[in-house]
């Protein structure tokens, strides 16, 4: 009783603070839930299998400052409660969350916890209340890669460009890369649609499409045909003008200089030059 | 017998009288007067390569379903312009070599053509009696963007799909007779009825490179009239022309160029990818890629649509589209200036006399920052067409980004022009600017002073005094006949006609 109504208070005062004093408050808000977090865990650990409960150990520690004991949302963050793990597995395993300061943008990067302590936190989430995908399998067996190509280049590539090298939106939205991903997270952000991603699955996707696009991303987007060369990443023209004017006509102009002579002035045609500079 | 057959050939073409004039003539040396010559051997790996790539690619927007060696697309319907050049790229032995060693060399030949058009501006080369060969030299560039841009689009990938569209658009802007001229090209309103990529394809194989290839001819044959301008120094005059002659200095220099460049293009086109359409997969209408750009030399007029404020022309009764004043006005204007310069110049200075002595671009310091700040101005507007890539890499709001280039195409040329300027009129008053440096040693003495001796670079060293001679005359049938040439190595003058 006396953690739920000292919880209660803190994220009172959470809000309050956030309120009035915006980002500076979060510190406040952090140092009283985490006694909150103590009393919570021993309450209720016991009736959890050991999976669940490392999952809400390293979700109290990790996450719950800003979405809350129960995955509620507050002022700082979005309400988890009904998102299915899939939806969180991705967000954590991209390296998204959690985030060091709440109001950063998230960015990609390495998980910051073990396979395992992900599948974790994710399936805790999702047993807190019922909703949105469990986590795929990501298996492309069978899918047809070809439909895929002609599935992304309808859908996807309006945003995550044809290559997948990912570009600026308009305002300050990106729509990120799409190299180095698991097909397991491919078929999460297309079921979940992160972020401002749209909505495709289901209804503008089938399950069998989602799985085409996924081997298609995962094979040929993460390891693309580069026959040819070195493959510039896969910025198209901007790229290859550079290459073309610097090392190409620019070579050539270092052989130029090579081969050709350079001029001189004699005295005589110099003064006459400077003097008319001077006029 | 070679001598026989050669007498045979001489008595009835006279080769040995023209041809000893040709031989004689002098072509003064200079690094810069090289550039244009990357472009000549360019346009030789065009169309050798361009030769190749016909007896492969299909022009055709016929849909054809896809089978082949690229998996990602097996199954698809392409048209057979796609699927001939990714069969080119992957079943066609060296056919991947050749289309990038071709796209490599369009971009080389169009950026020397840029390089020697600067050359040319910032030299004053363009001056009388060169006027006429400058027209032909721009109308050149022109051409090589044209045709550069429908090359890119024949493959009828999703990338140049949206560039003809964009070229679509950007023709049917045209007020009054644009959506008559737009349909016309494409038969029929957008897509059209397939018909675009075989009408590019005649003009990109045949129209255009004949029309190139006739205006090269002239522009030659301009230069050959004129005879090369030349720096001065050197005993180099108005009324002569110093350098080496034709027969075997600068004819064994130039070949020996054309290896260098046509070994860069090869380098290019072996290592490094260039348009890889398989990744793009064919054009659909309906479907379409972020972060598409045109090849660079389009890239300024992108840039001129994106950072076009969104503003239309209401006249009464017709409406003048936005992407008009970018892309089809701007370009208008641009040529145009560019094309009028020399007389617009000649206005100003006043001055029409004839000029074969080369200015250095820091003795005219008004025409150096008209270029330079012109120049800037396209510089920023080519950045722009890269306006989401830039703010995709350096994390800024694509919206900062598209109004920093706003005030950037305005503002860097107002700031280009006085800085060029005033660094011209230093240059040009300085002292022995334009000159080699001369050999010091900078002595310490007992007492603590310093003096400086003038000395020479390494042992044995002699400043080369230059003093050209006459070209005597060359008969050709000596040398065929295994005499050594009869002009060394050295410095020649050839009066002007």
Known sequence: ?279 | MIDGLFTWFDNRLAISRSGRHLLNKIFPDHWSFMIGEIALYSFIVLLATGVFLTLYFVPSGQDVIYHGVYKPLEGQVVSAAFKSTVDLSFAVRGGLLMRQMHHWSANIFIGSIVVHMLRVFFTGAFRRPRELNWLIGTTLMILGIVNGFLGYSIPDDLVSGTGIRIAYSILESIPFVGSYLATLLFGGVFPGDGSIIPRFFILHVLVVPLIILGLLGAHLGMLMKHKHSQFPGNGAREENVVGAPLWPNFFLKTQGFLFLTVAVTTLLGAFVQINPIWLYGPYVPFHVSYAVQPDWYMGWLDGALRVMPSWELHLPGHMIPNVFFPAVLMPGITFNVMMAWPWIEAKFSGDTAEHHLLDRPSHRPVRTAVGAAVLSFYFVLFGASATDVLANYLSISLNTVLLMFRVLCVVVPLIVYPITYFICKEMSQAKGGGRRKSFNVVIRSAEGGYSTVPTEAYAGYARETLEPVSVEEVDLSSILNGAEPTTPAGVYQIPRD
Not at chain 1, 19 to 44: D, E, L, N, P, Q
Not at chain 1, 106 to 118: C, S
Request: aromatic share 6%; hydrophobic share 40%; proline share 4%.
């Open chain 1, 1 to 279: 009783m006396r953690g739920v109504i000292l919880k209660k208070l803190s994220l009172f005062i959470a809000s309050l603070l956030a309120g009035t004093f915006g980002i500076a408050a979060f510190a406040g808000a952090s140092t009283t839930t985490h006694h909150a977090v103590a009393a919570h865990v021993t309450k209720h650990s016991s009736t959890l299998s050991p999976q669940l409960q490392l999952g809400q150990t390293l979700f109290d520690e990790n996450c719950s400052s800003c979405h809350g004991i129960d995955a509620q949302g507050s002022m700082l963050a979005p309400k988890l409660q009904g998102r299915g793990a899939a939806t969180i597995d991705l967000w954590v395993s991209s390296g998204w969350m959690p985030l060091a300061v709440p109001t950063d943008q998230p960015r990609r990067g390495v998980d910051k916890f073990t396979r395992v302590q992900t599948t974790a936190i994710a399936d805790y989430v999702a047993s807190i209340k019922a909703g949105g995908f469990a986590i795929p399998s990501g298996s492309i067996a069978g899918a047809n890669v070809s439909q895929g190509q002609e599935l992304f280049s309808e859908n996807c590539a309006g945003c995550h460009t044809i290559t997948g090298a990912g570009d600026a939106l308009s305002g300050d939205l990106n729509a990120p890369s799409l190299h180095g991903l698991t097909t397991t997270q491919i078929t999460e952000a297309i079921e979940t649609a992160p972020g401002n991603m749209p909505h495709f699955y289901p209804g503008a996707l089938t399950a069998t499409q989602v799985k085409d696009v996924v081997a298609y991303v995962a094979n040929d987007i993460a390891h693309p045909n580069n026959s040819g060369g070195i493959g510039l990443g896969g910025n198209g023209p901007v790229a290859e003008g550079f290459v073309g004017l610097f090392l190409g006509v620019g070579a050539c102009l270092l052989f130029a200089l090579w081969v050709g002579d350079r001029s001189e002035d004699d005295e005589e045609h110099e003064t006459e030059a400077v003097k008319e500079a001077h006029v």
